[in-house]
T-cell receptor, first 114, second 117 residues
Framework: EAGVVQSPRYKIIEKKQPVAFWCNPI?????LYWYLQNLGQGPELLIR????????DSQLPKDRFSAERLKGVDSTLKIQPAELGDSAVYLC????????????FGPGTRLTVL | AQKVTQAQTEISVVEKEDVTLDCVYE???????LFWYKQPPSGELVFLIR??????QNEISGRYSWNFQKSTSSFNFTITASQVVDSAVYFCALSEAASGGSYIPTFGRGTSLIVHP
């Protein structure tokens, strides 16, 4: 069974440029999460999807971050414009429901903003 | 205040030593879930165990064991006879109930375990 797929694995951009990350969750997993992980820290939840509906997006900086999950499968996280402080690893995870089930994580996208 | 505290930032041991990673959590909920994840150098977090708040039975899986104590709000993780392949960052996480019946996960800052040959 394929795991959570993320692309790209690495991205280097200059500040003020836009960037997008893509995630394909495990087949059948209706819950999808986007996390931000800074160096030496644990993952911090940005947004959670239940199917195509975005819930728990209180930590998403909505002035520059946006996300979508069309058709309740793949998801895209976008930053526009990127700032130096956005440099981090962006993790996608999925789970079968959100009743405390374990999450399966992708390898992450390491973003460097210059 | 942090909901999940992993006070040990880094632990260094020699192979075959036993090591315990501490996790202390904070919640007012009676129903919640606790997790441990492993993040090897490759970066992908790997699920190790889940415990619900009503199950305080300790669990053993090979060289891994977990001690859940509600009285001290702790969920500690012990690796027996550590191996070099155990070197990774280990995260403890807490999922509490949110509106709509779903559970929101909060991760600790992680403990970096280095096992020397």
């Amino acid at each position: 069974e394929a795991g959570v797929v993320q692309s790209p694995r690495y991205k280097i951009i200059e500040k003020k440029q836009p960037v997008a990350f893509w995630c394909n969750p495990i087949s059948g997993h209706n819950t999808l999460y986007w996390y931000l992980q800074n160096l030496g820290q644990g993952p911090e939840l940005l947004i959670r999807y239940e199917n195509e509906e975005a819930v728990d997006d209180s930590q998403l900086p909505k002035d520059r971050f946006s996300a979508e999950r069309l058709k309740g499968v793949d998801s895209t996280l976008k930053i526009q414009p990127a700032e130096l402080g956005d440099s981090a690893v962006y993790l996608c995870a999925s789970s079968l429901g959100s009743q405390g089930n374990e999450q399966f994580f992708g390898p992450g996208t390491r973003l460097t903003v210059l | 205040a942090q909901k999940v505290t992993q006070a040990q930032t880094e632990i260094s041991v020699v192979e075959k030593e036993d090591v315990t990673l501490d996790c202390v959590y904070e919640t007012r909920d009676t129903t919640y879930y606790l997790f441990w994840y492993k993040q090897p150098p490759s970066g992908e977090l790997v699920f190790l165990i889940r415990r619900n708040s009503f199950d305080e039975q300790n669990e053993i899986s090979g060289r891994y064991s977990w001690n859940f104590q509600k009285s001290t709000s702790s969920f500690n993780f012990t690796i027996t006879a550590s191996q070099v392949v155990d070197s990774a960052v280990y995260f403890c996480a807490l999922s509490e109930a949110a509106s709509g019946g779903s559970y929101i996960p909060t991760f600790g800052r992680g403990t970096s375990l280095i096992v020397h040959p």
